[in-house]
C-alpha cells in the first residue's frame, strides 16, 4: 500500500513565526487531506487538496501531485494551533493512510 | 449541523470482553468510517460503510467488525478484547459515494483493556 511520511516530526515555535510542515507519498494520489488534532484528540480536517494549492486563513497548503509530495504552511502562529498535524493520502481503490504527524508545540 | 457523534466517550474493559462502540454521522452524510489511533501504530484505518455495505476493510483481525444501519448510523465491536486494543477509537463521516470526500471526525472514544 501507500507510505506517507511526515516531516519534522516534531517542531517548536515561538508564537507570531511562520513554519512548513512537509508529507510526502510513495505513489499517485487521488486524495490528499491534512488535519489538525487538538489536545483532546478530535481530528479537524483542515484540507482536502489532492492537487494545487489552498489557503484558509492563515494556514495554506500545496500538493504536487507529479513529484509525490504536500505542504501545509502556518503563518504568525498562535498558541492554538499547538497540537499534531497529520496528512493523509490514498491511492485509487485503497485505503486512506495516515503519516505518522508533525508535532506542534507554540510558545507564548 | 451537529457533528459525528461518538459514544461512549471512555470506556473501561477486562481482557477477554467484548466492546461495542456507536458512531452517529452528520446529518445526511451516508459513509462512515473507523479508525484506531495508539502512540505506537498511529492511526490505522479499520473500515469504511456506504448505505449499509462495507467498501473498503483494513489489516485487522477478525475479533474487528462493524456494520450500518439504514440511518447511517454504525457501530463496530471488538471481541475477546486483548490489552493491545487498547487505543482511541475514531469514527468519520462523508457526504457522499465519492469515496475521496473529505471526512469529518468525532471525539472518538478511548478505550482501555485491563
Known amino acids: 500500500g501507500i507510505q506517507v511520511e511526515q516531516s519534522p516530526p516534531d517542531l517548536i515555535l515561538q508564537e507570531g513565526a511562520n513554519s512548513t510542515l512537509r508529507c510526502n507519498f510513495s505513489?499517485?494520489?487521488?486524495?490528499l487531506q491534512w488535519f489538525h488534532q487538538n489536545p483532546w484528540g478530535q481530528l479537524i480536517n483542515l484540507f482536502y487538496?489532492?492537487?494545487g494549492t489552498k489557503q484558509n486563513g492563515r494556514l495554506s497548503a500545496t500538493t504536487v501531485a507529479t513529484e509525490r509530495y504536500s505542504l501545509l504552511y502556518i503563518s504568525s502562529s498562535q498558541t492554538t494551533d499547538s497540537g499534531v498535524y497529520f496528512c493523509?493520502?490514498?491511492?485509487?481503490?485503497?485505503?486512506?493512510?495516515f503519516g505518522g504527524g508533525t508535532r506542534v508545540l507554540v510558545k507564548p | 449541523k451537529a457533528g459525528v457523534t461518538q459514544t461512549p466517550r471512555y470506556l473501561i474493559k477486562t481482557r477477554g470482553q467484548q466492546v461495542t462502540l456507536s458512531c452517529s454521522p452528520i446529518?445526511?452524510?451516508?459513509?462512515v468510517s473507523w479508525y484506531q489511533q495508539t502512540p505506537g501504530q498511529g492511526l490505522q484505518f479499520l473500515f469504511e460503510?456506504?448505505?449499509?455495505?462495507?467498501?473498503n476493510k483494513g489489516n485487522f483481525p477478525g475479533r474487528f467488525s462493524g456494520r450500518q444501519f439504514s440511518n447511517s448510523r454504525s457501530e463496530m465491536n471488538v471481541s475477546t478484547l486483548e490489552l493491545g486494543d487498547s487505543a482511541l477509537y475514531l469514527c468519520?463521516?462523508?457526504?457522499?459515494?465519492?469515496?475521496?470526500?473529505?471526512?469529518?471526525f468525532g471525539n472518538g472514544t478511548r478505550l482501555t483493556v485491563t
Open positions: 505513489d499517485s494520489v487521488n486524495n
Open positions: 460503510y456506504f448505505s449499509e455495505t462495507q467498501r
Open positions: 487538496i489532492p492537487s
Open positions: 493523509a493520502a490514498k491511492a485509487a481503490g485503497n485505503k486512506l493512510t
Open positions: 446529518s445526511g452524510h451516508r459513509s
Open positions: 468519520a463521516s462523508s457526504p457522499d459515494s465519492n469515496p475521496n470526500s473529505p471526512l469529518h
